[in-house]
T-cell receptor, first 111, second 110 residues
């Protein structure tokens, strides 16, 4: 069973602060996805990373894929209350075609 | 019209009831999934259907019975559930491996 660890589990910050959340595995990912799930909703895909060292930006969100493709990070600049939600990473290993999800990081941004 | 629609959004049932969850996708995808989301646990993959054929059953108890009559519709039939089956059940569809989720059906088993 492939394990995917996310940290921190919970993060509570004030509007305007910066933050980084992490996703780690002991195995090499074929690809990795980040999703955000708002309360009462299903997860929504934010980004897919495939290449080691890859950096992708989505407005105030910056996603980085580790050089060895075993880890990823999500950095949010100047967080806003609308960023509140559960951030999930999900990875694919080897020849598997289905995703394995981490437990997620619950982010709360207060005004 | 949202991409993936799940009904009902909320369901309360007793352990002896029979109920069904429905998922419909309007995205033209060929693969559909059922996931279970419980507190403090990762999303658990339950079933995968590709072109209406079940391609994965992740050791799910037989009290959960999926049905996929066509590529746009997916059902999860529920029978003799246990309180620990209370969770958010999410449907997703895809053609590329990037999942499009519905809003989920919140199930409470009394």
């Amino acid at each position: 069973t492939q394990l995917l660890e996310q940290s921190p589990q919970f993060l509570s910050i004030q509007e305007g602060e910066n933050l980084t959340v992490y996703c780690n595995s002991s195995s090499v990912f074929s690809s990795l996805q980040w999703y955000r799930q708002e309360p009462g909703e299903g997860p929504v895909l934010l980004v897919t990373v495939v290449t080691g060292g890859e950096v992708k930006k989505l407005k105030r969100l910056t996603f980085q894929f580790g050089d060895a493709r075993k880890d990823s990070s999500l950095h949010i600049t100047a967080a806003q209350p609308g960023d509140t939600g559960l951030y999930l990473c999900a990875g694919v290993w080897g020849l598997r075609s289905t995703l394995t999800f981490g437990k997620g990081t619950m982010l709360l941004v207060s005004p | 019209e949202t991409g993936v629609t799940q009904t009902p959004r909320h369901l309360v049932m007793g352990m002896t009831n029979k109920k069904s969850l429905k998922c419909e996708q309007h995205l033209g995808h060929n693969a559909m999934y059922w996931y279970k989301q419980s507190a403090k646990k990762p999303l658990e993959l339950m079933f995968v259907y590709n072109f209406k054929e079940q391609t994965e059953n992740n050791s799910v108890p037989s009290r959960f019975s999926p049905e996929c009559p066509n590529s746009s519709h997916l059902f999860l039939h529920l029978h003799t559930l246990q309180p620990e089956d209370s969770a958010l059940y999410l449907c997703a569809s895809t053609n590329t491996g990037e999942l499009f989720f519905g809003e989920g059906s919140r199930l409470t088993v009394l």
